[in-house]
């Protein structure tokens, strides 16, 4: 399990990668079942082997490690047992329109601590993809609003920063008395 800890502390968007990847669902339970899964070759070749078999100090601590997680769990409620177990179980998916938009996100944001604005996220997909997200009819894009733009970053945990209300200064409005 420290494997997974030092892989979230050097990249911060880990959790938004993962929520991409297994949507709403996706807890800290699910880093459990990946070290799981990374486990299933060391006790398959145990169960091959036999006592025979000499394990290196690493594999037993990080076996230990994510045992200790386990019991842990168990301990605690047997909801988060079955959430590890539907975590075992889940299938990953990929949503092209959600990888494009925290792509664009990570362009525009210098550090997680300061997040962009809508337009500058709206101008950082333009520069990244050469089109708005309004616009197309393939399904990666399929004609997105603000609204599900908004709505998407609420469900990744992306924040935006607040930006100026209104008409930039100095720009004419396309709807007032032509004759100014």
């Known amino acids: 399990m420290s494997n997974s800890v030092d892989r979230r502390s050097r990249n911060p968007y880990h959790r938004v990668w993962q929520k991409i990847r297994y949507g709403r669902r996706y807890s800290e339970l699910y880093e459990l079942a990946r070290d799981i899964k990374s486990l299933r070759p060391l006790l398959k070749t145990l169960e091959q082997a036999g006592r025979d078999y000499e394990v290196d100090p690493i594999e037993t601590k990080r076996a230990m490690t994510v045992a200790m997680s386990l019991l842990g769990a168990a301990a605690t409620s047997s909801k988060k047992l079955r959430e590890i177990a539907a975590a075992l179980d889940a299938e990953i998916s990929k949503d092209p329109f959600q990888v494009n938009i925290l792509r664009a996100y990570q362009d525009c944001t210098v550090?997680?601590?300061?997040?962009?604005?809508?337009?500058?996220?709206?101008?950082?997909?333009?520069?990244?993809f050469s089109r708005d997200w309004r616009e197309g009819s393939d399904s990666d894009y399929g004609g997105k609003t603000d609204y599900s733009v908004r709505k998407t970053l609420t469900v990744l945990g992306l924040p935006l920063a607040n930006a100026k209300r209104g008409r930039p200064a100095g720009v004419r409005s396309q709807i007032g008395n032509p004759n100014r």
């Open 111 to 128: 550090t997680p601590e300061q997040p962009p604005t809508f337009p500058d996220l709206r101008r950082a997909f333009v520069n990244r």
